[in-house]
């Protein structure tokens, strides 16, 4: 049955096409377990019982006529039951019929059904399958099943064990819960410095509960912490505040221990000058430059530096994360 394709004939001869296409049993069974569940050749095969070139001829007409939808992946093809449009009424009335008369367990689509059940039984016992079909799907399947708010903590494990942490200028502590679980664990893990009063009570709503986090009232050139106790400080967003930097450098070299490291992430260098006067930065961002040579005035060095990919929702402007070394 060689045919045009739909679209340059006639309404009458559509109409035709689609009767021509519905008038072999073995495409209107493939069609509705198509409309079931997306199915790959050979599994269409186990299911209607029928050779897999036939299956791939059927298919191929099918797909001509517009009814169903391959999708590749890998080497395997995909098929499922195309959005009808107009002979979606048809179709409705074909399957009508169908389901009316696979209620009677002896009929052909009834079994259809019984050993559609079966094929996607054995999908579910075999992983590779399941992915072979699910393709670039996964990515959504995942976050249907655990959303995506485990990654960061998970990465966080590739920290060693036993740091204490101190994050500066940690305001309402947003760090604390994810930095808690993997800090040292016996005593205070994680020490959490602040000067604004307000910021400490949220964050410490927020740390309730975390036994290692520890929460002080300082500020970033006088730190409340002792000299040579910590091994990864962390300011967030927090320098561009500070108009004199050259002692916070200092006092951050104090508090560090001897081969300690000081994650600073904040804003690359930008002209938005209006910052000045709606949120009080001191700093419109920072070169590299400008980082490297306050390091160095302090004995510090930086030992990495990168520019973020930028988040296409983000309003601000980009930002860097540098990681300074003593
Ligand atoms: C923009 S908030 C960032 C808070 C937090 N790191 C975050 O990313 O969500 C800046 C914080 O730094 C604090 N801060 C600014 N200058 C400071 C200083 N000299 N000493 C201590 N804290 C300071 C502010 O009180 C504020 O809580």
């Known amino acids: 049955m060689k045919r045009k394709r739909i679209f340059v004939r006639s309404m009458t001869d559509l109409v035709y096409d689609r009767l021509a296409i519905l008038s072999e049993p073995i495409r209107v069974r493939i069609l509705r377990l198509l409309e079931r569940e997306e199915l790959a050749v050979g599994e269409l095969a186990r299911v209607v019982q029928a ?15 517009g009814w169903v939808i391959r999708r590749r992946a890998g080497t395997a093809a995909y098929f499922r039951l195309a959005e009808l449009g107009s002979a979606a009424s048809l179709w409705d009335l074909v399957r009508r019929e169908i389901d009316a008369s696979s209620a009677a367990e002896s009929t052909i689509y009834a079994e259809d059904l019984r050993r559609l059940d079966g094929v996607l039984a054995a999908r579910t016992s075999d992983s590779a399958e399941l992915f072979r079909r699910l393709g670039g799907r996964w990515d959504n ?24 942490v101190a ?10 819960p994810l930095l808690a679980p993997v800090a040292r664990q016996e005593g205070i893990g994680v020490i959490g410095v602040d000067r604004e009063a ?42 561009h505040h ?14 560090l221990k001897q081969g300690g490291r ?64 003593r």
């Open 167 to 176: 994050d500066l200028g940690c305001g309402t502590g947003a760090m604390l």
């Open 51 to 65: 050779p897999q070139p036939t299956i791939s001829r059927h298919l191929k007409q099918l797909d001509e006529g």
């Open 242 to 255: 500070v108009r004199e930097l050259t002692p916070v450098f200092s006092d951050v070299r104090r508090v």
């Open 262 to 325: 000081w994650v600073i992430l904040d804003m690359v260098e930008h002209d938005r000058e209006e910052y000045r006067d709606t949120m009080g930065h001191q700093h419109l961002g920072f070169s590299r430059a400008t980082i490297e040579a306050l390091a160095s005035s302090a004995g510090l060095q930086v030992r990495s530096w990168r520019v973020l990919p930028a988040d296409p929702a983000a309003l601000g402007p980009a930002l860097f994360v540098a990681v300074v070394g």
């Open 141 to 164: 399947v995942r976050k249907e099943l655990f959303g995506d708010g485990y990654v960061l903590p998970a990465l966080l494990a590739l920290l060693p064990a036993d740091l204490v």
């Open 198 to 239: 307000a910021m400490l009570d949220v964050a410490r709503e927020r740390a309730a509960g975390l036994a290692n986090v520890d929460l002080r009232e300082g500020l970033l050139d006088a730190l409340p912490i002792a000299s040579g106790t910590v091994d990864l400080a962390l300011c967030e967003l927090v320098l």
